[in-house]
Nanobody, 124 residues
Framework: QVQLVESGGGLVQAGGSLRLSCAASDRTFSIYPMGWFRQAPGKEREFVAVISWNNGITKYSDSVKGRFTISRENARNTVYLQMNSLKPEDTGVYYC?????????????????WGQGTQVTVSS
């Protein structure tokens, strides 16, 4: 059973930064794409960013492009999400997830393991 544990969430003022981390228990972590999703209260879970197994390909949602950066350290079984210039609309629970395919995908249905989530709150 693959376990994903997110950390790094918190309360920050608009314009501030946070760095989320997601640690995986699976030794095969390095061969799968990893993604970040978020869910705001009353809204559906939405794609934020994804990174290929070898850091070669990244994709971002239009709402975070230029402000967020996804990266990974396969030696540490960890994926990161650096979030800069945060806005109140970035508030939500952030989840990391492991891709079930070898290609980078943006749909939640293409991910098979999920973390428990970490809360990010951006105040105006």
């Amino acid at each position: 059973q693959v376990q994903l544990v997110e950390s790094g969430g918190g309360l920050v003022q608009a314009g501030g930064s946070l760095r989320l981390s997601c640690a995986a228990s699976d030794r095969t972590f390095s061969i799968y794409p990893m993604g970040w999703f978020r869910q705001a209260p009353g809204k559906e879970r939405e794609f934020v960013a994804v990174i290929s197994w070898n850091n070669g390909i990244t994709k971002y949602s239009d709402s975070v492009k230029g402000r967020f950066t996804i990266s990974r350290e396969n030696a540490r079984n960890t994926v990161y999400l650096q979030m800069n210039s945060l806005k109140p609309e970035d508030t939500g629970v952030y989840y990391c997830a492991r891709g079930r395919l070898r290609t980078v995908e943006t749909g939640a249905g293409n991910y098979d393991y999920w973390g428990q989530g970490t809360q990010v709150t951006v105040s105006s």
